[in-house]
């Protein structure tokens, strides 16, 4: 649950709270897309969930999803440049 609402805030689809995140360090919403960090993010999320299913451990996919993370990737493809979304797909 805790690394989708991260995703979700990295592409600014939630946001962010000023005073526990410093905004001028960090890259978010189109910035963060651009620098490639939507795909890095999503990719290692979708490979841990997939390799816990190879051994039949099915709870990090239910939180994926109850935690929105298919709207989260729809977001992410929907809203990625063309550089980008060919990677997401």
Known sequence: VHMTDDIKELCGM???D???SSTTTCL???LAEKAGLWV???KTLITLITKSTNYEYYELIKDFDGAGGYHVL???IANSSQDYVAKLL
């Open 14 to 16: 939630t946001s962010i």
């Open 18 to 20: 000023a005073s526990s």
């Open 28 to 30: 978010y919403g189109p």
């Open 40 to 42: 890095v993010a999503l």
């Open 74 to 76: 729809s977001y992410a």
